[in-house]
């Protein structure tokens, strides 16, 4: 037998695929993993169709095709009042988990420190690491009675910055924590970033879901910042189609330059039907702007059947996940609780421990977990009836 010396020894299966396998085995209703259960707009489904029945069907330009690219373009101007070269600042990816991966491995080289904010999607950690990278986690502050959502702690960035950061990973609207950035928070980003040389990467996979009139505030709405920032971002959540892996990253020419080298050897370009058939879709720019409304009346629908039960709704300011405190129902751990809730209760979540560099670590358990409400309203409510006995 060839014994492989792993690269990435302690890594396994996503939660996601765990808790989405558990959910089909016991037959439970899947509030884990982040997908929505219904279609997407029939007009996107259409626009898609016809590209593939006409074309284009060959490779695509390895940047992304232009009609796409002039989308992207748009859309970062009209809601960051960012301007990106449509030629050679903006790059279609598979998906943001790509363009993720691609500014990681193009950016950090061994040795290089790299800021993930904790807790944290769980990818940004294991990529840093092939990279040859060495990850400072900066802890956010837990929900609180005052504040009813977890806070990002700029202090904590602070103590993890020095000369050697190569890059501070962002991901706002937070994953799983639903905060958003604020304009405080992007003053302090500047402060920071006029003492040290590093990086940023934005993970915006979640950016037109925001709610209560909050505006998206990204790195690149502030000059400074997009000077040093990759904005990645998907249309997977935007258009409710997580399964066809179309993103994009939007960087300086400089840093876009390096980023390509990565993408156009791990995959060369993006399935052009796809994408042919978003951009055509996305010249009607009216379809982002329901977005936000769309899913607040899911997330209310979801706080208000869960009022008497024992789990309490924290604050979602944006995604479209629901963090809930589970106190009430015992002192467990997230994770076990999580698995017996599916077993049990018929309902799968994610436990947000998992987003910790140390799952295990009481200060990586608040009693929280995570519920996906991207679900039709049936979905919801067969859920909320079932969370409402615990
Ligand atoms: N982004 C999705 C979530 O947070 C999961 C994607 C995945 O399964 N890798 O639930």
Redesign the pocket.
């Known amino acids: 037998m060839i014994k492989i010396d792993s690269k990435l020894p302690l890594v396994g299966d996503?939660i996601?695929?765990e808790m989405?396998q558990l959910a089909r085995a016991t037959e439970a209703i899947n509030l884990?993993?982040?997908?929505p259960d219904f279609q997407p707009d029939s007009d996107l489904l259409e626009a898609v169709c016809n590209a593939i029945r006409h074309g284009p069907n060959q490779y695509a330009p390895m940047e992304g095709i232009q009609t796409l690219r002039e989308v992207i373009h748009n859309k970062v101007l009209a809601h960051q009042q960012c301007e990106y070269d449509t030629n050679t600042e903006i790059t279609v990816t598979s998906g943001a988990?790509e363009a993720v991966t691609a500014t990681i491995l193009a950016l950090v080289r061994p040795g290089d420190e790299v800021i993930v904010i904790d807790p944290a999607?769980?990818?940004y950690a294991p990529v840093v690491q092939l990279a040859g990278g060495i990850v400072r986690r900066a802890a956010m502050l837990p929900p609180s009675e005052e504040h009813l959502g977890f806070t990002l702690d700029w202090n904590a960035v602070a103590t993890e910055l020095n000369p050697s950061t190569r890059l501070l990973i962002l991901n706002f609207p937070h994953?799983?924590g639903g905060g958003v950035l604020t304009t405080e928070d992007l003053d302090a980003l500047e402060d920071l970033a006029q003492k040290y040389p590093f990086l940023l990467l934005s993970d915006e996979?979640y950016e037109h879901i925001v709610f209560d009139n909050r505006p998206y505030l990204s790195p690149v709405n502030r000059p400074s910042l997009a000077a040093r920032c990759v904005l990645i971002s998907s249309f997977?959540k935007t258009l409710h189609a997580?399964g066809w892996k179309v993103g994009y990253c939007c960087a300086p020419v400089e840093i876009s330059r390096e980023i390509r080298k990565v993408h156009q050897f791990a995959v060369y370009s993006v399935n052009t039907a796809v994408q042919a058939g978003i951009a055509a879709y996305l010249q009607d720019s009216s379809v982002i702007a329901q977005l936000s409304a769309f899913y607040q009346r899911k997330r209310d629908r979801l706080i208000a059947g869960l009022q008497g039960s024992k789990l309490r709704p924290l604050l979602c300011e944006g995604t479209f996940?629901l963090l809930v405190d589970t106190i009430a129902v015992g002192n467990i751990s997230e994770k076990a609780l999580a698995i017996r809730l599916t077993k049990e209760a018929g309902v799968a979540s994610?436990p947000v421990s998992a987003f910790y560099q140390n799952p295990n670590a009481s200060q990586a358990n608040h009693h929280l977990l995570?519920l996906?409400f991207a679900k039709q309203d049936s979905t919801l409510d067969f859920a909320i009836e079932r969370l409402a006995r615990i």
């Open positions: 996503t996601f695929s989405s884990g993993q982040g997908f988990t999607y769980d990818m994953n799983p996979a997977a997580t996940f994610i995570r996906c």
